[in-house]
Protein backbone atom coordinates (compact mmCIF):
# COMPACT_ATOMS: atom_id res chain seq x y z
CA UNK A 1 0.00 0.00 0.00
CA UNK A 2 3.11 2.67 0.79
CA UNK A 3 4.31 1.95 -2.72
CA UNK A 4 1.37 2.62 -4.18
CA UNK A 5 1.34 6.41 -2.39
CA UNK A 6 3.77 7.07 -2.90
CA UNK A 7 3.62 6.60 -6.68
CA UNK A 8 0.96 8.65 -6.87
CA UNK A 9 2.25 11.57 -4.63
CA UNK A 10 5.41 11.36 -7.52
CA UNK A 11 3.18 11.95 -10.03
CA UNK A 12 1.05 14.62 -8.37
CA UNK A 13 4.41 16.50 -7.60
CA UNK A 14 5.40 16.09 -10.69
CA UNK A 15 2.62 17.38 -12.38
CA UNK A 16 2.89 20.55 -14.62
CA UNK A 17 1.98 23.94 -13.06
CA UNK A 18 -0.42 24.36 -15.93
CA UNK A 19 -2.87 22.70 -18.11
CA UNK A 20 -2.07 21.71 -21.72
CA UNK A 21 -3.78 20.97 -24.82
CA UNK A 22 -2.10 17.81 -26.51
CA UNK A 23 -3.94 18.74 -30.35
CA UNK A 24 -5.86 20.20 -32.08
CA UNK A 25 -8.22 19.43 -35.24
CA UNK A 26 -8.79 21.02 -37.91
CA UNK A 27 -10.99 20.35 -40.75
CA UNK A 28 -11.70 22.09 -44.40
CA UNK A 29 -13.40 21.21 -47.72
CA UNK A 30 -10.79 20.00 -50.32
CA UNK A 31 -10.48 22.68 -53.47
CA UNK A 32 -9.30 21.34 -57.06
CA UNK A 33 -6.31 21.13 -59.01
CA UNK A 34 -8.29 23.68 -61.46
CA UNK A 35 -9.93 26.30 -59.31
CA UNK A 36 -12.91 23.50 -58.01
CA UNK A 37 -12.30 21.15 -60.34
CA UNK A 38 -10.34 17.66 -59.83
CA UNK A 39 -7.36 17.06 -57.31
CA UNK A 40 -4.57 19.38 -56.53
CA UNK A 41 -1.25 17.71 -55.75
CA UNK A 42 -1.00 18.78 -52.14
CA UNK A 43 -1.44 21.50 -49.37
CA UNK A 44 0.47 22.82 -46.47
CA UNK A 45 -0.66 23.83 -43.32
CA UNK A 46 1.02 25.88 -40.91
CA UNK A 47 0.58 27.57 -37.24
CA UNK A 48 1.97 29.57 -35.07
CA UNK A 49 0.89 31.46 -31.54
CA UNK A 50 1.08 35.23 -32.90
CA UNK A 51 -1.06 36.38 -35.17
CA UNK A 52 -0.54 37.61 -38.92
CA UNK A 53 -0.11 41.57 -38.55
CA UNK A 54 -3.21 42.11 -40.83
CA UNK A 55 -5.18 39.69 -43.38
CA UNK A 56 -3.54 40.70 -46.80
CA UNK A 57 -2.28 38.26 -48.50
CA UNK A 58 1.79 40.01 -48.28
CA UNK A 59 1.09 40.10 -43.97
CA UNK A 60 0.28 36.56 -44.03
CA UNK A 61 3.53 35.25 -46.29
CA UNK A 62 5.32 37.48 -43.80
CA UNK A 63 3.80 35.01 -41.17
CA UNK A 64 3.84 31.85 -42.64
CA UNK A 65 7.56 31.73 -43.22
CA UNK A 66 8.56 31.68 -39.45
CA UNK A 67 5.46 29.48 -38.86
CA UNK A 68 5.62 25.85 -37.91
CA UNK A 69 5.22 23.15 -40.33
CA UNK A 70 2.76 20.76 -40.15
CA UNK A 71 3.89 17.29 -40.86
CA UNK A 72 1.24 14.90 -41.00
CA UNK A 73 -0.93 16.42 -43.59
CA UNK A 74 -3.60 14.09 -44.99
CA UNK A 75 -3.14 13.00 -48.56
CA UNK A 76 -5.01 15.81 -50.95
CA UNK A 77 -8.96 14.32 -51.53
CA UNK A 78 -11.09 15.55 -54.49
CA UNK A 79 -12.35 18.96 -54.91
CA UNK A 80 -15.38 19.18 -52.42
CA UNK A 81 -14.55 16.12 -49.77
CA UNK A 82 -14.10 16.95 -46.19
CA UNK A 83 -10.58 16.57 -45.14
CA UNK A 84 -9.62 16.72 -41.25
CA UNK A 85 -5.77 17.24 -39.85
CA UNK A 86 -4.66 16.57 -36.01
CA UNK A 87 -1.70 18.71 -35.33
CA UNK A 88 -0.22 17.78 -31.84
CA UNK A 89 3.12 19.53 -31.34
CA UNK A 90 5.74 17.86 -29.13
CA UNK A 91 4.70 18.45 -25.33
CA UNK A 92 0.99 20.07 -26.37
CA UNK A 93 -0.65 23.23 -27.06
CA UNK A 94 0.35 25.47 -23.68
CA UNK A 95 -2.41 27.84 -22.81
CA UNK A 96 -2.63 30.78 -25.22
CA UNK A 97 -4.04 31.44 -28.78
CA UNK A 98 -2.86 29.86 -32.20
CA UNK A 99 -3.15 30.43 -35.67
CA UNK A 100 -3.69 28.10 -38.60
CA UNK A 101 -3.59 28.80 -42.50
CA UNK A 102 -3.35 26.26 -45.11
CA UNK A 103 -2.56 26.93 -48.84
CA UNK A 104 -2.92 24.28 -51.71
CA UNK A 105 -0.52 23.63 -55.12
CA UNK A 106 -1.02 22.02 -58.29
CA UNK A 107 1.24 20.14 -60.05
CA UNK A 108 3.36 22.90 -61.58
CA UNK A 109 3.05 24.29 -58.84
CA UNK A 110 0.77 27.03 -58.53
CA UNK A 111 -0.36 27.60 -55.49
CA UNK A 112 -3.88 29.37 -53.92
CA UNK A 113 -3.78 32.25 -52.20
CA UNK A 114 -3.52 31.53 -48.14
CA UNK A 115 -6.83 30.44 -46.33
CA UNK A 116 -8.68 32.13 -43.96
CA UNK A 117 -7.07 32.64 -40.74
CA UNK A 118 -7.89 30.05 -37.82
CA UNK A 119 -7.13 30.37 -34.42
CA UNK A 120 -8.17 28.14 -31.37
CA UNK A 121 -7.84 29.34 -27.42
CA UNK A 122 -5.81 27.10 -25.03
CA UNK A 123 -7.03 27.65 -21.68
CA UNK A 124 -5.39 27.34 -18.34
CA UNK A 125 -7.68 24.70 -17.00
CA UNK A 126 -6.01 24.19 -14.05
CA UNK A 127 -6.97 26.01 -10.77
CA UNK A 128 -4.22 26.55 -8.32
CA UNK A 129 -3.33 23.74 -5.19
CA UNK A 130 -5.52 23.63 -2.37
CA UNK A 131 -4.08 25.54 0.55
CA UNK A 132 -3.63 22.95 3.07
CA UNK A 133 -1.50 24.91 6.28
CA UNK A 134 -4.26 27.36 7.09
CA UNK A 135 -4.14 27.71 11.11
CA UNK A 136 -5.03 30.71 13.55
CA UNK A 137 -2.44 31.98 15.24
Not at 40 to 55: G, I, L, V
Not at 82 to 106: H, I, K, N
Request: charged content about 15%; glycine content about 6%.
Amino acid sequence: MKRILLAISLLFFAAPAFAQVASVTLDWTAVGDDGTTGTAASHEMRWKSSAPSDTTQAAILTWWNTATVVTNMPAVLASGSAQTVVVSPSGGFQPGVYFFVLRVCDEVPNCSAFSNIAQKSVLDALPPARITDLRVR
